[in-house]
């Protein structure tokens, strides 16, 4: 089994920044890929961000491009996401997510960390 736990959010003024961390713990020795996504009640989730464990290949929600980035740090099983230049649009649940093969689904779901960011 693998665990995800993130950590990092809370409520920021708009403008301003923060950064998520997803800690990975269990049979991690299997990725290929985590990711961030976030849910607003009532809307579907989205994706916002990945990265590739054993390469750089980085991938983004086209309109969040340039505000985000995606980082890991293999050693700590732990994967990142700076958010700046935040918006009240950026207020969601942020779920890290894990994925063991290219094709398969993201299997394995962090609790979310809740991000408020106020106008």
């Known amino acids: 089994q693998v665990q995800l736990v993130e950590s990092g959010g809370g409520l920021v003024q708009a403008g301003g920044s923060l950064r998520l961390s997803c800690a990975a713990s269990?049979?991690?020795?299997?990725?290929?890929?985590m990711g961030w996504f976030r849910q607003v009640p009532g809307k579907e989730r989205e994706f916002v961000a990945a990265?590739?464990?054993?390469?750089?290949?980085?991938y983004y929600a086209d309109s969040l491009k340039g505000r985000f980035t995606i980082s890991r740090d293999n050693a700590k099983n732990t994967v990142y996401l700076q958010m700046n230049r935040l918006k009240p649009e950026d207020t969601a649940v942020y779920y890290c997510?894990?994925?063991?093969?290219?094709?398969?689904?993201?299997?394995?779901w962090g609790q979310g960390t809740q991000v408020t960011v106020s106008s």
């Open positions: 997510a894990l994925k063991a093969t290219h094709i398969a689904p993201y299997q394995h």
């Open positions: 269990g049979r991690t020795f299997s990725t290929y890929r």
């Open positions: 990265i590739n464990w054993s390469d750089d290949n980085t």
